[in-house]
């Protein structure tokens, strides 16, 4: 234990002037905002993907889910700096000695325990997924997220319900505190640096949601006009194993419902009233970009194969494997008329990695349901 205390885990290895409650307390409101905002829309696009009962989420603003998604990925990335100087600053008090002092200290540890590993897990499983760099990850990533936020989330409720007198302390009453570090860099240059150091980082990826900052957005992994039919591509053709199967001359779009089925080739889809909407599509990776479909009504459809009433639609890819290969168009947006059957994209036909010979495409949803390489379409009345 001795060696613990003198070794580069020792409080004093790494001295600094820098380090105060002035510091750390502001670190820490930067932080506790990012974290609630990264939550919350995190939480949102987790009910959207999986929604309970009681949740219902609408098809007006199209934009809406592009900019909570947006915002979510934004803030996620804004926080490493922040994360990172934070623990920095308080690197020596991890390490004090003795290491528990009874059990009020004991639960304190704990929490900021679960508190770094949550955030940090976060953080780069989030980075991870933003690449779409699956491999390192053995788990299912979207539960596992979901679930470490609420550990997360929890054990910032609790570190700050401990830490509120030495956080007022930090806010209030050390407010001349900022200049401090001697003749160097002082508290407030540290402060401005890291708080420019998340910009930096928003600015240089924002750009795979606003299109006007493409330009600046050197670390954006995917941009708008980027990509076949100058659109981005999540997953191909190739990974969804469906090359052969889309292009099959003998292809059907099956649509079945309380009244009967049908079936239908591309060329008589195409036969039918077309359609055109400008409808963005977001991905949960974080970029989105504006594009134009041209296709079927999905309620025309609905129509074919069920009376009059209100429905859900199940909406079935020509993949065989695939969390997302089956996905449920609830029944507002089924209802909705610029939801459709899409056959072409900015006027061309779709190319294969955007979902030819049909995908479905509605306003205001996660890419993750916009599914491609539709095969088929079961119409059921809304529960």
Request: charge should be positive.
């Amino acid at each position: 234990m001795t060696g613990l205390r003198q070794g580069p885990f020792a409080p004093g290895a790494f001295p600094s002037r820098l380090r105060s409650p002035w510091l750390t307390s502001r670190l820490g409101v930067a932080l506790a905002v990012a974290f609630t905002i990264c939550f919350g829309t995190g939480l949102l696009d987790h009910l959207i993907q999986h929604p309970p009962g009681w949740f219902s989420w609408p098809t007006d603003p199209v934009w809406l889910f592009r900019v909570t998604q947006g915002l979510h990925v934004a803030t996620g990335l804004a926080i490493i700096p922040l994360l990172g100087v934070k623990l920095w600053s308080v690197y020596p008090k991890l390490f004090t000695w003795p290491a528990l002092r009874g059990l009020p200290h004991a639960l304190e540890r704990l929490s900021i325990l679960v508190l770094v590993a949550a955030a940090l897990f976060q953080i780069v499983t989030g980075v991870l997924n933003i690449a779409l760099w699956y491999t390192p990850m053995h788990f299912y990533f979207p539960s596992a997220h979901y679930w470490t936020a609420w550990l997360a989330i929890g054990a910032i409720v609790t570190h700050i319900g401990v830490k509120l007198p030495v956080i007022r302390e930090g806010l209030w009453r050390s407010r001349g505190d900022g200049r401090g570090g001697g003749g160097g860099l002082s508290r407030r240059g540290l402060l401005a640096a890291t708080f420019g150091a998340a910009g930096v980082i928003t600015l240089a990826t924002l750009g795979q949601t606003v299109a006007a900052l493409v330009p600046v957005s050197l670390l954006a992994p995917r941009r708008p006009r980027v990509g076949p039919q100058e659109l981005p591509v999540n997953r191909s053709a190739t990974a969804a194993g469906v090359l052969t199967l889309a292009v099959d001359p003998a292809y059907k779009l099956m649509i079945l419902g309380p009244s009967g089925s049908r079936s239908f080739t591309v060329a008589e889809l195409a036969s039918m009233p077309q359609h055109t909407e400008s409808l963005p599509i977001t991905c949960v990776e974080g970029w989105s970009a504006d594009a134009v479909w041209t296709g079927v009504r999905l309620n025309d459809l609905i129509a074919l194969v069920a009376p009059p009433g209100r429905y859900e639609v199940e909406a079935e890819s020509l993949e065989r494997v695939g969390i997302y290969r089956i996905t449920v168009v609830d029944p507002p947006h089924a209802a909705d008329p610029r939801t459709l059957v899409a056959l072409q994209l900015r006027g061309e036909p779709l190319d294969i990695d955007h979902g030819y010979p049909a995908r479905l495409i509605s306003p205001n949803r996660p890419g993750v349901l916009q599914t491609k390489w539709l095969s088929r379409l079961t119409v059921r009345p809304a529960p």
